[in-house]
């Protein structure tokens, strides 16, 4: 069992900035990848930002230079700090992780949605 516990989120006006953070839990062996996708209503989930093992981070073109992700792994944690904020990015946010349990499985799990909301 792997739980991912996201807390964050909520409304702010253009220009501002949030921060997320999710955490990993449970039977956890390794961790491959941590991020975050989007939806927005009537649009697909799509990547905003992840972080893989070694450091590599990938951004949507969308957010780069606004967007910042970030893993504390000895935690199991990983954070978006969200600056610049526009109404485009209104959206629910969903953490992914990649990773593999004690038992050898190697699956993706979700966290539950935060909903960001950028309005003045």
Not at 1 to 17: E, I, M
Not at 21 to 49: D, H, T
Request: contains cysteine; hydrophobic residues 35%; charged residues 10%.
């Amino acid at each position: 069992q792997v739980q991912l516990v996201v807390s964050g989120g909520g409304l702010v006006q253009p220009g501002g900035s949030l921060r997320l953070s999710c955490a990993a839990s449970g039977n956890i062996f390794s961790i491959n990848a941590m991020g975050w996708y989007r939806q927005a209503p009537g649009k697909q989930r799509e990547l905003v930002a992840n972080a893989v093992s070694g450091g590599r981070t990938n951004y949507a073109d969308s957010v780069t230079g606004r967007f910042t992700i970030s893993r504390d792994n000895a935690k199991n944690t990983v954070y978006l700090q969200m600056n610049s904020l526009k109404p485009e990015d209104t959206a629910v946010y969903y953490c992914h992780a990649q990773l593999t349990t004690h038992g050898g499985i190697f699956a993706n799990y979700w966290g539950q949605g935060t909903q960001v909301t950028v309005s003045s």
